[in-house]
């Protein structure tokens, strides 16, 4: 009975990211963080400075070219500093597919939104030689022949 509700997750190793930024630009620095599916996790102003303390949570995974990533989009403005966190459980799982009317009327027959738990479980699959299932070709059309 528990294999018919299983239901695999992925546990992604994570970093802990101290920002020291100024008020122009954590828009940019937030920007940042979401765009490496981090989170923020608290800011608060440094007393006597112009800087903003942004703690954040970020996926080791996407954290490669971080640093550089924010110092190029606040032209230096911004200061990372990230350091091992732990394990935590990604909520959702690399098989899923949409099955039930309801799910395809919300996501539409091609799945728009990425599965984040495939992808990263497809890369590592990639990365160690194993076989990665995927669509060579996913949303074609037939191509016309125009007459001359």
Same mark, same amino acid.
């Given at each position: ?16 990211c101290d ?35 942004? +703690?954040s949570a970020?996926?080791? /995974? =996407? ?8 110092r190029k *989009? !606040? ?50 699959? +990639?990365?160690?030689?194993?076989? /990665? =299932? ?9 191509? *016309? !022949?125009?007459?001359?």
């Amino acid at each position: 009975a528990g294999f018919l509700h299983w239901s695999p997750r992925l546990h992604l190793a994570m970093y802990t990211c101290d920002i020291q930024a100024t008020s122009e630009v954590l828009g940019k620095v937030y920007g940042v963080i979401n765009r490496r599916r981090g989170r923020v996790l608290s800011e608060e102003m440094r007393e006597g400075t112009p800087y903003f303390s942004i +703690k954040s949570a970020i996926p080791i /995974v =996407e954290s490669f070219g971080f640093a550089d990533e924010i110092r190029k *989009r !606040t032209s230096g403005a911004a200061i990372p500093l990230l350091i091992y966190r732990g394990f935590e459980s990604l909520d959702m799982d690399p098989f899923w597919v949409p099955t039930t009317e309801e799910e395809l009327e919300d996501l539409g027959e091609k799945a728009d939104r990425d599965n984040v738990a495939k992808r990263y479980m497809d890369k590592v699959r +990639k990365r160690k030689g194993l076989f /990665v =299932e995927r669509k060579i070709i996913e949303h074609a059309e037939k191509q *016309r !022949t125009l007459k001359k």
